[in-house]
């Protein structure tokens, strides 16, 4: 193998922006909640997500019956339904892949 070139199997992915932005996680301690600092810090990560780049088409996150407050925050914000993933744990708490494209927030925001 020569040194001076990568091997094929080393070959580096173009870098660019995903058109899908995923929030994995989003808890805000109970204190806070009634504060309502909820919708502050997902307007401030949507915005962030669709603003740093053109190329983000769309947010998705997962939401669960579990934590009725984030999602309500996240189904206020214009995220809809996707698709169920299911359901868990002994009370059959609903699980959900919720979707928000730019074109929607978009015209959100211009009303706003």
């Known amino acids: 193998m020569d040194k001076g070139k990568p091997s094929s199997s080393l070959k580096s992915k173009p870098k660019g922006t995903s058109s899908v932005a995923t929030i994995r996680h989003f808890y805000i301690e109970e204190p806070y909640r009634k504060a309502g600092i909820q919708k502050d810090l997902l307007a401030h990560a949507i915005q962030h997500a669709f603003k740093a780049d053109n190329a983000v088409k769309e947010i998705k996150v997962t939401t669960s019956s579990l934590i009725l407050y984030a999602q309500k925050c996240i189904h206020d914000a214009g995220f809809v339904l996707e698709k169920p993933i ?23 925001d211009a009303v706003l």
């Open 86 to 108: 299911g359901k868990f744990g002994v009370y059959g708490w609903k699980s959900d892949l919720l979707v928000l494209r730019r074109a929607h927030w978009e015209k959100q």
